[in-house]
């Protein structure tokens, strides 16, 4: 997990950081400190993790994004991530909901660098946050599940690297690292249970688990994964791939 403080004023940020980080400890959470504040930087850095985070951030920034704007953008990489706004602007409190951001919590920055006032005020919101994490950490995996003849399949969606259709049969082939399993369901079914926050289904013959993906060529029309299988598509089948990764710059 990590987090990230959000603020374009060095002294406040720095401040900021203390308290938090402060609190993050006494709290026990297993946390590393994001080095980038820039809204940009910041985008660019959850792109990179898998989440959930926590962000702390200012609404208003003196950058081309707002506050509100870079948690619209978030959560599109990290849905469960909790975001906490600390803002002088609390007449803009209705506008983060409005926004539909789902923040956690909205700390006023009326108190701050009253370290007596405002420290209780972070702490709340990061006991919120505590047990908010226990409960995500204590849901199941999700997992596809299939009947196939005399065949009872379960898997975590994790372990799968890509599905596959076979092609003149009302089957698919399911690969996960290690082993490959034939089933007798047409791979529309199977894609069903696949989230699409985790894979890419738009190809008509196959499911890729996006987190599986190692090399994409689309020159040449081919994509590797972990598990060492080189999977090759036609240029028009191929920049579908292109045109969604296009849309998460």
């Known amino acids: 997990m990590k987090v990230f403080i959000s603020d374009d004023q060095q002294e406040q940020r720095l401040w900021l950081t203390d308290i938090i980080t402060a609190q993050l400890d006494d709290l026990n959470f297993n946390y590393e400190l994001a080095p980038v504040w820039q809204p940009d930087d910041v985008l660019q850095a959850v792109k990179r993790t898998s989440g959930p985070n926590i962000y702390f951030l200012d609404i208003v920034l003196k950058a081309a994004t707002n506050g509100i704007e870079l948690a619209t953008k978030i959560r599109d990489y990290d849905p469960d991530g909790f975001i906490v706004y600390v803002s002088v602007r609390d007449d803009m409190m209705a506008e983060t909901l409005n926004a539909m ?3 956690t919590g909205f700390i006023s920055k009326m108190n701050l660098f009253n370290k007596e006032k405002f420290t209780p005020r972070v702490r709340a919101v990061l006991k919120v946050i505590k047990k908010r994490l226990l409960v995500l950490n ?4 999700p997992t596809l599940n299939l009947h196939s003849g005399a065949l009872l399949l379960k898997l975590n969606l994790k372990d799968i690297v ?3 259709k076979v092609h003149g049969l ?3 082939r399911i690969v996960t690292e290690n082993q490959a399993y034939l089933v007798h369901k047409n ?3 199977i894609k069903e249970q696949l989230h699409v ?3 890419f289904n738009d190809f008509q013959s196959y499911a890729l688990n996006l987190n599986k993906i190692v090399t994409v060529d689309f020159s040449k029309g081919w994509v590797t994964m972990t598990n060492g299988d080189r999977l090759d598509f036609s240029r028009g089948t191929i920049k579908k791939l292109r045109a969604y990764y296009q849309t998460q710059e």
């Open 101 to 103: 951001t789902t923040p």
């Open 138 to 141: 204590d849901a199941p995996e």
């Open 162 to 164: 890509y599905c596959e």
């Open 170 to 172: 009302r089957t698919a």
């Open 187 to 189: 791979l529309s079914t």
């Open 197 to 199: 926050s985790h894979f």
